[in-house]
């Protein structure tokens, strides 16, 4: 059963990532040839991509919460939700582990003994 949302929801998010039809073609034929025709069909609703496809398309998208994205509701509960600039924080943080204690000093999270 086609999902009405993917097509929407695709077109928008490509263009949120600031991306052309045959850039996310270019990106999509690093693993299997995809024609440019076949994602403005996609964009169109006329067809959907299969779900490998769907799910290397949220990863050049950079969508993480692919279920809620496209109409389906999540079983699992949030405690909060993260706005993108806190998830890049998140993900910043994670990446530097030297700079974590001063960050936490900053924060007042670990007091200076």
């Known amino acids: 059963m086609k999902n009405p949302l993917i097509a929407e929801r695709l077109k928008f998010y490509r ?3 600031n991306l052309t039809i045959p850039q996310v073609s270019e ?17 169109s609703g006329h067809t959907q991509p299969d779900a490998d496809t769907l ?15 496209f109409g389906y509701k999540s079983t ?9 600039q806190e998830k890049n924080l998140i993900e910043e943080y994670r990446k530097h582990p030297d ?3 001063a960050v936490q000093r900053l924060l007042e999270i670990e007091k200076e003994s």
Not at 28 to 33: A, F, I, K, R, Y
Not at 76 to 84: G, Y
Request: charged share 25%.
């Open 55 to 69: 799910m290397r398309l949220c990863c050049i998208y950079h969508i993480d919460n692919i279920l809620e994205i």
């Open 76 to 84: 699992k509960k949030s405690l909060f939700n993260l706005t993108p």
């Open 99 to 101: 700079m974590q204690k």
């Open 15 to 17: 263009k949120k990532n």
């Open 27 to 43: 990106l999509l034929s690093e693993t299997q040839p995809v024609a440019v025709k076949t994602i403005y069909g996609w964009e």
